[in-house]
């Protein structure tokens, strides 16, 4: 797409570039790939010898595969209820939303009723800005 709309414009230095540069970026995870998972090992590569976890009766500790699995399943289970309950939780975004946008519900409930948000704000309101903004032009 970028390409191609480079092409409309007739831009073709950009349209080159980008391709350019696509390719070496190819290139260089091409070349990563082969590095990671093609190269064989080398010959003096040896396991080292680590100790076998064993209890007080000297037999051998099976890994828990329920520890492995819980990371999983709690992801599984978290991605199933996002699709399930869609609704509700971006209802509760929404309300996050409009107070990030309008901040002051918060700004009462920390300070006080008696203080209000254009006291609190550091930029004054649109109003007020455009106000001063006339009042200083007018005053010669």
Known sequence: ??????????????????????LMTLYSMVKI????FWKSLPEDNHVPE????????????????WMMYLPVMVLALFSLL???????????M???GDQLFEPSGYIEAVLGVAASADDVLLEPPLE?????????????
């Open 50 to 65: 680590t100790t076998t976890p064993t209890g007080d009766d000297g037999r051998l500790l099976k890994p828990s595969l």
């Open 82 to 92: 996002i699709g399930v309950l869609a609704e509700p939780i971006m209802w509760v």
């Open 33 to 36: 790939w082969n590095e990671v």
């Open 128 to 140: 007020e800005a455009v106000s001063e903004t006339t009042a200083e032009e007018e005053a010669p």
């Open 1 to 22: 797409m970028i390409v191609r709309a480079g092409l409309e414009i007739e831009a073709y230095w950009v349209t080159g570039i980008a391709l350019a540069v696509g």
């Open 94 to 96: 929404m309300g996050i």
